[in-house]
């Protein structure tokens, strides 16, 4: 079957670097999304990962590794406007659906 | 790009009636749309996806005739929220996928549904 998992909340300190863990399961597979939606806001895009590795975008990176089913999105430098809800979502091979996680809740303090 | 627009962003309205929320791609064509709903401090759960000049596919547990979809064209769909009880108050967003492969989802801000 498929199922995606991420822990529900982190915290972390204004200046420092957070990784945030998402493992999935499904037969097949077409890519990872992560996604940050501020609370009573919708989702917006943050990366999509289909090859293993790192992809680097600014403060954020993403990494992905298939044969592990585990991706991280990784936050460096944190600002208190990085407090918000993380989604993993991924793609089963031969659906353009994907499959949402429950997010992972970041508190960032100072 | 790949901007999505979503009108109204709230709306608070009396048990009993009915309501319509547009999705709108501005900078682009999408071939499919997507509706979710969210409650509070839950994940996102897709109601159905909206396909242009077809019925749309309803989730499991969705009653499509409680939650109209009308994908009338390539930039804009409607949910319509029919007789609306104080439960379908909730945060409801739609999605679009520009395709070309990566199926990458941009959503609409939202609207914020209160049924009283």
């Known amino acids: 079957g498929q199922n995606i998992d991420q822990p529900t909340e982190m915290t972390a300190t204004e200046g420092a670097i957070v990784q945030i863990n998402c493992t999935y399961q499904t037969s097949g597979f077409n890519g990872l999304f992560w996604y940050q939606q501020h609370a009573g806001e919708a989702p917006t895009f943050l990366s999509y990962n289909v090859l293993d590795g790192l992809e680097e975008k600014g403060r954020f990176s993403s990494f992905l590794s298939r044969s592990k089913g585990y991706s991280y999105l990784l936050l460096k430098e944190l600002q208190m406007k990085d407090s918000a809800s993380y989604l993993c979502a991924f793609l089963s091979g031969g659906s353009y659906i994907p499959t949402f996680g429950r997010g992972t809740s970041l508190i960032v303090h100072p | 790009g790949a901007v999505v627009s979503q009108h109204p962003s709230r709306v608070i309205c009396k048990s009993g009636t009915s309501v319509k929320i547009e999705c709108r791609s501005l900078?682009?064509?999408?071939?499919?749309m997507f509706w979710y709903r969210q409650f509070p401090k839950q994940s996102l759960m897709l109601m159905a996806t909206s396909n242009e000049g077809s019925k749309a596919t309803y989730e499991q547990g969705v009653e499509k005739d409680k939650f109209l979809i009308n994908h009338a064209s390539l930039t804009l769909s409607t949910l319509t929220v029919t007789s609306a009880h104080p439960e379908d108050s909730s945060f409801y967003i739609c999605?679009?996928?520009?395709?070309?492969?990566?199926?990458?989802?941009?959503f609409g801000p939202g609207t914020r549904l209160l049924v009283l």
């Open positions: 999605s679009a996928s520009t395709g070309g492969g990566t199926e990458t989802q941009y």
């Open positions: 900078d682009f064509q999408a071939t499919t």
